[in-house]
């Protein structure tokens, strides 16, 4: 496993080999959450979310989806003042991103 940490003023995304993260700002905490809506991929970065502030609607077909349900596939992280941080396999490359174009290139 290796640790990355990333200024949360200078990134929006992170790209880990083919599947990308968003922010997700709370009261509490900042999560690192997948992208890819699990019903038929759609860009869950793009969704509002509700009211009561506990689910991400997906732009496609409005489908509601619990963030304590997306944390499950979110990326572990722990946050000190402005800075991120999170880890991933050895191998896995990581990218952080400001914004996210649809075709991430991680070929840096
Ligand atoms: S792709 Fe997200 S609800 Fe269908």
Known sequence: MKAISLNLAHVHYVA????????KRHSHSTQLLPTECPHRGGPLHMGDVTQDGQSVICPWHDNAYKLCNLEKKSLPTVRVRNVIST??????????????????????
Do not use: A, I, W
């Not at 880990?16 to 922010?23: A, M, P, R, S």
């Not at 896995?92 to 649809?102: E, G, Q, W």
């Open 87 to 108: 880890v991933v396999g050895e191998n896995n490359r990581c990218v952080p991103l400001l914004k996210l174009s649809r075709h991430v290139e991680l070929s840096q």
């Open 16 to 23: 880990v080999d083919e599947k990308t993260y968003f922010l």
